[in-house]
């Protein structure tokens, strides 16, 4: 069996992808022996790119987690052939790459990375039955009509169910405040999100307050509570937005007992922040051991350090990858219809519950935790 791969072997995989290399041995599959794994990666590696962007190591590191996934099931006896297509960022490249043939007798696509190339991935994964994993952005379109999408991302509709629950239960003595931001554009998700909590809040006869912000005007003090805890929530998914309130709110916090509804994006913001509570589809305590062996695993195949972002990107496509390894191995084809049927398949920073509403509908992940951090 032979790994293939679209992309040049540049100084990708000289510098972080290595294992590609040791995957390509073969094996036998113990539970079918006739047939490989075969997995497409379309991930934009760039690599005919001069300058490289930052955020493109995010999805090295992607990679290089979801090899590691690969390479400990290969030592188990499992045979793949692993596809790797560099994507770049256009609607063109994207749809140069599945103008391959190959990627119609796929067990599983994985990617793409942006949202401009995820409805033509998704068309191609609906007309050629071929089960395509979304793992990054929330906004996976038609995919309550397609049942070969699965999308990790869980979105803001999973985000709000978890949080009106939370404020039903462990945050019901918490006093709601919507921190309005002038001027904020109707489509971002944060403002679509807190007009939608304040209905279920109005609903469940909760009474909320709400703060108006711009810039020549910040007042925390109008509508917070003394003796309880203020949960503020932004009307925006931006961080960009929030700075310029950051520094009034961590002054009213010496007055007030202050939590802020964080994004998980703004925690690798070095910004000073409240306490906080951050909704997201991570594990909040990550088990040592476990890590401490990826780690070990990593730096023995790649030899460079560790990444500190939050969430950790090759995690993300260790635990994504590992987890549909054991679904396809133990299912073959008919994996897409069987995803829940195993009853927990253990993740280092993620561990997802993967639903959908109907028989002709993708797979939404709907497993999210709360998590809490001090002011830093």
């Known amino acids: 069996v032979s790994a293939k791969s679209t992309i040049q072997h540049k100084e990708i995989v000289e510098n972080s992808l290595k294992p590609i290399k040791e995957i390509s041995k073969p094996v036998l599959s113990p539970s079918n022996e006739n047939k490989n794994i075969r997995i497409a990666f379309l991930l934009p590696f760039m690599l005919d790119q001069v300058k490289k962007e930052v955020v493109l190591e995010r999805f090295q590191n992607f990679y290089a987690g979801a ?7 290969k030592e188990k006896g499992i045979s793949f052939e692993i596809f790797t297509f560099d994507t770049d960022k256009t609607e063109e490249k994207i749809n140069e790459v599945l103008n391959n043939p190959e990627l119609k007798s796929m067990d599983l ?12 991935v998704a068309g191609f994964a609906k007309e050629n039955k071929v089960y395509t994993l979304i793992p990054f952005t929330a906004k996976v379109p038609d995919i309550e009509n397609n049942p070969y999408l699965i999308q990790f991302n869980p979105g803001s509709d999973a985000e709000l169910k978890f949080l009106s629950e939370q404020l039903n239960g462990k945050l019901r003595n918490m006093h709601v405040v919507f921190a309005e931001i002038q001027g904020i554009n109707p489509l971002d998700e944060g403002r679509i999100r807190a007009e939608a909590l304040k209905s279920q809040l109005s609903k469940n006869r909760k009474s909320f307050g709400t703060i108006e912000l711009t810039p020549e005007d910040v007042n925390f003090r ?38 802020l509804l964080e994004q998980y994006s703004w925690r690798n913001q070095l910004e000073k922040k409240p306490d906080c509570i951050t909704i997201s589809p ?10 401490n062996d990826f ?20 995690l993300l496509g260790y635990d994504l990858t590992n987890y549909f390894i054991k679904y396809i191995n133990r299912f073959g084809d008919k994996f ?19 639903d959908r509403i109907s028989n002709e509908s993708g797979y939404i992940n709907q497993r999210v935790y709360l998590e809490e951090s001090k002011a830093q």
């Open 222 to 259: 109008s509508d917070l509570k003394k003796g309880e805890k203020n949960l503020i929530i932004f009307n925006t998914d931006k961080f960009s937005n929030v700075s310029p309130y950051i520094s009034s709110l961590i002054t009213v916090s010496s007055e007030f007992n202050i939590v």
């Open 67 to 73: 090899l590691i996934s690969i390479q400990a099931a």
């Open 282 to 291: 991570f594990i909040p305590e990550m088990n040592d051991a476990a890590v």
């Open 336 to 354: 897409g219809t069987k995803i829940g049927a195993i009853n927990s398949i253990p993740g280092i920073q993620s561990q997802p519950l993967f």
């Open 295 to 314: 780690n070990a695993r990593f730096d023995r195949y790649y030899g460079k350090d560790i990444t500190d972002e939050t969430p950790r990107y090759d």
């Open 109 to 120: 696509i994985i990617g793409p990375a942006f949202s401009n190339q995820v409805s033509l």
